[in-house]
């Protein structure tokens, strides 16, 4: 029997123990905004040299997208969507190894992602997202599709969206911020990659949570 720190004796999982992922998926896994970028420089005729930059959580208000407002990015996201968006996506480099070495670690790993924001649209965003996930050999125990991220518990949530990390840890959970550049402004514990001691870091957190910022991972190549 696995032995369980005292504080996640209430998370125990199966025979194996404590260690419940809750793993976001755009922005940490898949590169959503590589997708985007691909799908408006193919529809709309953007420059992707003139595309803007990834320093602005939302599309619409990051300069240099050809992207107007809220409507004019959901317009864009559901023409994406019915272009099977979900199952095409380039995966975040090291995402897939790093994820069975977890796995092999007895980490259960549930993807929580809050893909179905669109009506109308979710067959194909679920069918898609197993898809994707089966293309790219991810490991994972449980799918869900929320975006009320707090109401489902973990040992350790991972997340790159600043609203979603602020509203977890409001809730009293460890949360690891995967890296990008709109959520530096955000105290760690935080992975830059998948690469590196990642996983090493990553159990680590699982026994004992950092009572300090640490920093976890190297990109990939």
């Known amino acids: 029997m696995a032995r369980i720190p005292e504080q996640y004796r209430n998370q125990r999982v199966g025979l194996e123990g404590y260690r419940v992922l ?10 959503y905004r590589a997708a985007i970028a691909e799908y408006v420089v193919r529809t709309r005729g953007a420059n992707p040299y003139e595309l803007g930059t990834n320093d602005d959580y939302h599309f619409y208000t990051a300069p240099g997208w050809p992207i107007a407002n809220v409507e004019d990015y959901l317009a864009v996201h559901r023409a994406a969507e019915e272009d099977h968006l979900y199952a095409t996506m380039p995966v975040i480099p090291g995402a897939p190894q790093a994820l069975r070495d977890l796995s092999d670690a007895h980490v259960h790993i549930r993807i929580v992602t809050h893909r179905l924001f669109v009506n109308g649209q979710h067959r194909f965003v679920v069918s898609d997202t197993a898809q994707w996930l089966d ?33 977890l840890r409001d809730a009293g959970q460890h ?47």
């Open 175 to 221: 949360v690891v911020v995967f890296d990008q550049p709109y959520n530096r402004n955000l105290e760690g514990p935080r992975l830059l990659g998948w690469g590196g001691d990642a996983v090493e870091k990553l159990l680590q957190w699982f026994d004992q949570w950092p009572q300090v910022s640490e920093t976890a991972g190297a990109d990939c190549p």
């Open 22 to 31: 809750n793993l976001d998926l755009d922005g940490v896994c898949a590169d």
């Open 135 to 167: 293309d790219n050999k991810i490991p994972y125990m449980s799918l869900c599709f929320t975006g009320l991220k707090d109401s489902i518990g973990a040992t350790i949530h991972i997340d790159d969206a600043p609203h979603n990390i602020e509203v």
